[in-house]
């Protein structure tokens, strides 16, 4: 296939590069007046938030009457109507024992959970760049940019996780793309430029071996178009999508994101703690505020010492990347049951545990695979 020689001659070779950088080298950057103090060396940097005075502690609060409020105590029939409604919703276990057996004991214990949330907002710049379509250039010549904590955005829900990237006013510049250098275009690796390929059906022999008539698929001249560049010999550049040139600007990237420090109180039964942390509770005290403050005088003091620690954690870990948007700590009451039970001779044990009334099982009686492939 031939081609012109001044199309040649406006292809660079990239065949052997390595693929684009996530952005220029810096040298090819002037240096933006206003963020001289942001990206003295490298191209991305974390900014602190700035300071801001602390709020006034909470006063103590009185736990009596929060704690009047209980969990109703579980009955036998609410008890055997439980585990009736989780053997249903398994394949493998038979409802029979539900309905006759013998509950001898239920021991019942009311846990609290304690839950800290915290909101922050965190930013982070970055040099970045697209393809230039020559639309108006929003660069230094326009003014200042601003610091990166002065730009408002739209900030989502409060304790909703979300990411969102802005270009920073007056940081635009325009520069050749420095993949292709600036023709648009590279020369395909497929091919080496030429546009043909060896036949792949006879290896470029025009005939199939120990065959007289000439190859079908390339009609005997023993070559076919490259289908990588369909025979054109180069490609669009795929950095600046055959534009030539790119605008580069800084982007601010912010973070919302919402941390969790969760404790449970201590319990006697042998129940697996994963799946009381996940328990359905009942609220019985929540605190929201732009800024918590640790619990005091909770009756049980693994919650206040939970409380103290998960904001001391919390402070340790946000104070110096993140601004604090909002907190938000809860007690929860979870109840748990200990069902000690008798069937056919013998002594069984389940959980009842959560306002919904969640089962856990941990010998049952009737259990049998009825067609389940076990891995």
Not at 6 to 33: I, K, M, Y
Request: net charge positive; charged share 25%; hydrophobic share 30%.
């Amino acid at each position: 296939m031939d081609r012109d020689s001044s199309e040649e001659d406006s292809v660079v070779d990239l065949s052997f590069e390595v693929e684009s950088p996530l952005a220029p080298p810096p040298e090819l950057l002037e240096t933006l007046p206003s963020y001289d103090w942001l990206l003295p060396q490298g191209r991305r940097q974390i900014f602190f938030p700035p300071l801001e005075a602390p709020g006034r502690p909470q006063e103590q609060r009185s736990w009596s009457s929060l704690l009047e409020h209980r969990v109703p105590v579980m009955t036998e029939a609410e008890a055997r109507d439980a585990l009736l409604s989780f053997v249903n919703s398994k394949c493998c276990y038979g409802s029979a024992v539900a309905g006759d057996l013998t509950i001898r004991e239920l021991k019942q214990q009311t846990l609290c959970r304690y839950r800290l949330e915290t909101f922050s907002e965190s930013r982070m710049s970055e040099w970045t760049f697209q393809p230039f379509t020559n639309h108006s250039v929003d660069g230094p010549q326009r003014g200042a940019s601003p610091r990166l904590w002065d730009m408002k955005v739209q900030v989502p829900p409060m304790f909703q996780e979300d990411t969102r990237k802005f270009q920073v006013p007056h940081s635009s510049l325009v520069k050749e793309c420095h993949k292709c250098h600036g023709r648009g275009r590279y020369k395909c690796s497929g091919c080496h430029g030429a546009g043909m390929v060896r036949c792949p059906s006879c290896s470029g022999a025009k005939r199939k071996a120990k065959q007289s008539r000439r190859c079908q698929l390339c009609s005997g001249s023993g070559r076919r178009r490259c289908s990588t560049c369909s025979g054109r010999g180069s490609k669009t550049c795929a950095t600046c999508k055959g534009e030539k040139k790119l605008l580069h600007f800084i982007q601010l990237v912010i973070m919302w994101r919402n941390s969790l420090f969760e404790f449970v109180s201590e319990h006697q039964f042998d129940c697996p703690g994963e799946l009381l942390a996940k328990a359905k509770g009942e609220n019985l005290f929540k605190d929201e505020n732009s800024v918590v403050y640790p619990i005091v005088d909770f009756p049980l003091r693994d919650i206040s010492l939970a409380s103290q620690r998960g904001i001391a954690e919390h402070n340790a870990t946000l104070a110096s990347r993140a601004r604090v948007l909002q907190q938000r700590q809860t007690i929860e009451l979870i109840p748990l049951t200990e069902v000690h039970y008798w069937y056919q001779g013998k002594t069984y044990v389940y959980y009842i545990y959560g306002t919904d009334h969640q089962v856990y099982v941990v010998n049952y009686p009737e259990r049998y695979c009825c067609g389940c492939i076990i891995l």
